[in-house]
């Protein structure tokens, strides 16, 4: 039987935002800055150094009942979560499979966009640096 | 005519996590700057030599199972631990700079990673 992998999204999101559903959400890891100590010869590598910590920011996308989205949210700590949908049938005939992305972290900004003849969609985004 | 080269073979990994189906991967190679001798007159290179090291990087998107994403958001960054890269027919082992999990409601999971070696 095949492996099941990971599909579609169940619950989640985060207390600034009621009832949303969530169309995407991404999660992001990056290095900090590296100091690099090149060698004799100076085409390889002899040792590397951290100079800044590794970043990582989550984002959230999707429709929604109500927001508290506001100046006040910006700079603050706020926990983001998505899980996997766990309801559809797999492959192998027994539930998908579970996972979750998940982060708490400052809010560095967040978004509301409404258009004329579609749901209107909120999007926020959270960052969180060092381990 | 000789077959060319075609689509992903399995038994692809990222360091521990296995079992996931890599929808493409890229592998560079740069060297570092180079270092160039200019000529009498100087509108020749006499001779060229690689200054800093060559760069080879490492890049796949992939869907994955149960855990994949776990896995993922724990790996940390530290500038010099191997990871172990296998998309396919391209490998490299080097350390990571970048992760991403995007999850997509009507769609299957994507994890990205990028790990970079660099020298020799």
Redesign the interface.
Known sequence: MATDRVFGIGSGGCTAITGIVIGEATITGDIGEVKKLTGNPFTTIVETRMLTPMVRKMTITGAYESHSLNQALLGTEVTLTVGSDTTNLAMSGVAGPSDAIALKGICTEWSVKVSKGDWAVASITVEKKGA | MVAKIFSITPGSAVGSIT?I?VGDATLDGKC?SLKELTGNPGTEIEDTR?????TQTLSCNF????????SI?A??????TAVSVTAGTLTLSG???????????????VGSCTVVK???
């Open positions: 079992g189906v570092g690689i200054g800093e090291a060559t869907a994955f199972a149960a855990g994949g994403a776990t958001q790996l940390t960054f530290d500038g010099t350390y990571l700079t970048h992760w991403e999990v995007k999850a997509v409601k009507d769609d299957w999971w660099e020298g020799v």
